[in-house]
């Protein structure tokens, strides 16, 4: 049997250079997936932020059974989550950071509400895919977001969620966008101020509000006073639907475009440009995707999610924004990459 | 905000340059994973091997609605397992051979199962770590198989999955073992003959049997028969629990053992130790976990998938296989990497 690449490939016998285990890695990728998913779960990292701990310590102290725990735990050593050195096992730098549930800098609501609700209602993708229905807890109703708010607790775990997806590129547009040129900002659909939050630590001429629905009113407001920055950021409660969007030299749009069809993305860029001054600025940012639609997996994939959740929701490309934004009145328009897979697109009014 | 690695890691400010972007693709990696799953149910690889399609013909063709139509297809453009040239897509070289399922190299199989079995079954992952007990279609029953094997549609699709996951390490175990030293083989849990036939359309002199029990004999007949190899590959029928092993020169387990618990690991490969002659070799091929168990994810993650499908499977290292080996009387054994995450561990009587 050779092993020249690209020699043999009759169906019958595949050769050995062309192998399928590219496929068969993406395929079972939910595995390593669902393990990081469990652990978050069983709050493995939170544990072991107070030092290492042998394979039965933190077997015990997590509540894992004998059976799987050492394959769990080295897994985990192998996807890079934690560390282990003469048989005990400690966080990782990242996962000391962002998965210790005891910092603020936890961004493991996202990994919660992945396990909890994203994986179950994923197993229905063909579905989604054949039919073009989300497929949530609202499956068969007409808007999610009801469904989603009317719970509390589920409330709280989606709104820490969308500060843990939100985070990093937060972060850096705290860095990038030219926060000197302006004093005050709204973000709209602000959940816990994650956003907002980054903004005001980053530069101490600005102040700023939260734009959200009424339920969200005191989780925004925890999160802002934990930070001590409750003089320098208020919320305004609302309904992007019903209401104009509150005056601000900058209005910010976070991962909330994507989860509405065209029109009501038009008719939230229409609002926008009507709230600022001439020289103001909108920030949409997303895992946008590239105007190629080829390279940013996540951003095609956060697509697909907005199918699963959503009842017209859709991610898009830097330029389909830029499109968007022209139409409605903004004189002009940029993309910049923040941060992994997220971009944002700034319209100049 | 400094750039600077590792300098401003406290834990209220996760620095720029650590970000949690690898914690995040990890754990939702099931997006991509359950894309690929979906597009082997919708027959899209199938499709694509008549020849490229528009979005519009695609959907067509696999029952797809517009709505989440070419966000689905660019993903997997994204993914790597598409091409899209001048808006059509085509297959790319490696799904044209594993995925379309009019091929004999078609390793869909495999994806078929992970979609309808696992995936569902690894949303209880949690549940699994937590009881030490398995999560599949027997939860709270003794033994899996007897209920995978009880349907045979269930059955058939199992069986065609353990070929797709076979294949590449059976073409590595026909090239790299010494067959030119043997005349005979016995392939232990045989499935469909995924391994005897790579083994025979290599080496003529060569002879063969596949073991397993009755229900898997059409089966396995109808798959060499489609080889045209029904002179040098025969079936014999048993239960490797309750019957001896056929007698051969080569006696080959290729994840068998990952299967059963340690007492039953040993009482197999004692089995196989008497039913070779001196000088015999017995073939054991895994997605063997490294010994020092920090690098094959897969191999670990496998383990934690034996605890979700049967009562006390696990995967294992090299050096545990070769100690279990010297145990049950093999004079010798041998580590030696196959293809991707898989080994084989060679014993010799």
Known sequence: MSTTLGQNTSVGE??????PEKIIQIGLGFWGSKTLLSSVELGIFTHLAQGPMSCEELARAAGVHPRGSRDFFDALV????LNRHAGHYSNTHESNIFLDKNKPSYIGGVLEMANS??????????????????????KGTDDGFNTLYSDPQRLRTFLSA????????????????PWNKYQTFVDVGTAQGGLPTQVVLAHEHVTGKGFDLPIVQPIFEDYVHSFGLQKRLSFEAGNFFED??????????????????????M???SKAVKALPRGGSLIVYEALIDDDRRHNAFGLLMSLNMLIETPGGFDYTGADCCGWMKKVGFSESYVEHL?????MVVGVK
């Open 339 to 343: 941060v992994g897979p997220d971009s």
């Open 244 to 265: 104009p969007l509150p005056e601000a030299d900058v209005i910010v749009m976070g991962h909330i475009l994507h989860d509405w069809n065209l029109e009501e993305k």
């Open 78 to 81: 192998a996807l890079g989550m």
């Open 267 to 269: 008719m939230l860029l």
């Open 117 to 138: 609700r994203l994986y179950p209602q994923w197993g229905s993708l063909t579905e989604g895919l054949r039919t073009g229905k989300h497929q949530n807890e609202a």
């Open 162 to 177: 969308m500060t843990g997806i939100s985070l990093p590129p937060a972060i850096a547009i705290a860095r990038k966008f």
């Open 14 to 19: 595949p050769h050995a250079a062309v192998t």
